[in-house]
């Protein structure tokens, strides 16, 4: 098989592979976990706070936040979960840069599936796992703080 074949080749299947994510959920997710925001870890020096939690489905979702003056200046996150957890925390990330450590708390999952044009039924736990984790890490910072 030539290189333009073997192109060719890979180009077809990405777009098979997409059509058939598309059956399952909708255009703004699957762009999210095939291009995700804020994906990767903040370094130690310049993270206020980390935390990782599995959620029963067994996805881990770990989130890392920049704060200053009760302000989450940045939010990356990684997980070890599926394209709908990948989307849920890219999704996180957007919204609470920029937010109070307030709103965050606030934050609930029908939020994120809002945001997210709805998560299909069988992953919306993706979002109550980002909540929780995001309420554990918000709680770890407040505990550091005393």
Same mark, same amino acid.
């Given at each position: 098989?030539?290189?333009?074949?073997?192109?060719?080749?890979?180009?077809?299947?990405?777009?098979?592979?997409?059509?058939?994510?598309?059956?399952?959920?909708?255009?703004? &997710?699957?762009?999210?976990?095939?291009?995700?925001?804020?994906?990767? $870890? @903040?370094? +130690?020096? /310049?993270?206020?706070?980390?935390?990782?939690?599995?959620?029963?489905?067994?996805?881990?979702?770990?989130?890392?936040?920049?704060?200053?003056?009760?302000?989450?200046?940045?939010?990356?996150?990684?997980?070890?979960?599926?394209?709908?957890?990948?989307?849920?925390?890219?999704?996180?990330? &957007?919204?609470?840069?920029?937010?109070?450590?307030?709103?965050?708390? $606030? @934050?609930? +999952?029908? /939020?994120?599936?809002?945001?997210?044009?709805?998560?299909?039924?069988?992953?919306?736990?993706?979002?109550?796992?980002?909540?929780?984790?995001?309420?554990?890490?918000?709680?770890?910072?407040?505990?550091?703080?005393?």
């Amino acid at each position: 098989m030539s290189r333009e074949e073997f192109d060719k080749f890979v180009d077809e299947l990405q777009k098979e592979m997409i059509k058939k994510e598309l059956e399952d959920y909708n255009e703004y &997710i699957v762009n999210l976990f095939h291009n995700p925001k804020n994906w990767g $870890k @903040l370094s +130690p020096e /310049d993270a206020s706070v980390t935390h990782s939690y599995k959620g029963p489905c067994g996805d881990t979702m770990q989130f890392f936040f920049k704060i200053k003056n009760n302000i989450i200046e940045k939010a990356t996150f990684i997980t070890d979960g599926c394209g709908a957890s990948i989307a849920t925390g890219s999704q996180v990330t &957007i919204i609470l840069q920029g937010k109070t450590l307030n709103f965050a708390e $606030k @934050l609930t +999952p029908i /939020d994120i599936d809002s945001a997210l044009h709805g998560l299909p039924d069988d992953h919306k736990h993706c979002a109550e796992l980002a909540v929780r984790t995001i309420k554990q890490a918000i709680d770890k910072y407040k505990a550091n703080k005393i």
